[in-house]
């Protein structure tokens, strides 16, 4: 499994684009990238996957150059109910025997 | 919306005593997970189980735990005898080969161990 490097925390005001950076430069042909949010006392929950270029859902676009060894978390308008820890997951597209979640980026939105 | 559900959501047990957390993973899911996260750190991986078998487990995943799936619905996290560091929120996730890695994860449990 790749590792992965986060900021341990970043802060922000509401209303503002956040982007959260993860480096894996291990990452290996068949893996993808995950993201999941984590809210105190709740299980984590996915936001968006992807494996190049940029993919976007309703709640954020996720950035990965070329050369896939990190990718971009971004999160448009940030409100205070975004404050949460933020994992970035790389995985094999075919294996799903285990997963590694690193140690996350604490987003703190203030007003 | 289907959802991972999770019993008991605290449980309180002395040390040395055997606990089951109950999980019950979105009814089409094949691939089952229990993660723990001691509080205020990350979520650790324990193990996998698909096909009615362990796929992979942690180093923590030791001889004290163990996981069943008992009737095809209920997934379930043993601990033959707890430790104080066993204290921790436990979640259950699953997956649906139709979102791959897209893990669901369940509440949690959490186990405090006195």
């Known amino acids: 499994l790749a590792k992965t490097t986060q900021p341990i925390s970043m802060d922000s005001y509401e209303g503002q684009e956040v982007n959260i950076t993860c480096s894996h430069n291990n990452i290996a042909t068949n893996d993808y990238i995950t993201w999941y949010q984590q809210f105190p006392s709740q299980g984590p929950r996915f936001i968006i996957q992807g494996y190049k270029t940029k993919v976007t859902n309703e709640v954020a676009s996720l950035f990965i150059p070329a050369d896939r060894k990190s990718s971009t978390l971004s999160l448009p308008r940030v409100s205070l109910s975004d404050t949460a820890v933020y994992y970035c997951l790389v995985g094999d597209f075919y294996n799903f025997n285990k997963f590694y979640f690193g140690s996350g980026t604490k987003l703190n939105v203030k007003p | 919306e289907p959802e991972v559900t999770q019993t008991p959501s605290h449980q309180v047990t002395q040390m040395g005593q055997e606990v089951i957390l109950r999980c019950v993973p979105i009814?089409?899911?094949?691939?089952f997970y229990w993660y723990r996260q001691i509080l205020g750190q990350k979520v650790e991986f324990l193990v996998s189980?698909?096909?009615?078998?362990?796929?992979?487990k942690s180093e923590i995943f030791d001889d004290q735990f163990s996981v069943e799936r008992p009737d095809g619905s209920n997934f379930t996290l043993k601990i033959r005898s707890t430790k104080l560091e066993d204290s921790a929120m436990y979640f259950c996730a699953s997956i649906s080969t139709n979102s791959y890695n897209e893990q669901f994860f369940g509440p949690g449990t959490r186990l405090t161990v006195l």
């Open positions: 189980f698909y096909n009615n078998e362990i796929s992979e």
């Open positions: 009814s089409n899911h094949l691939y």
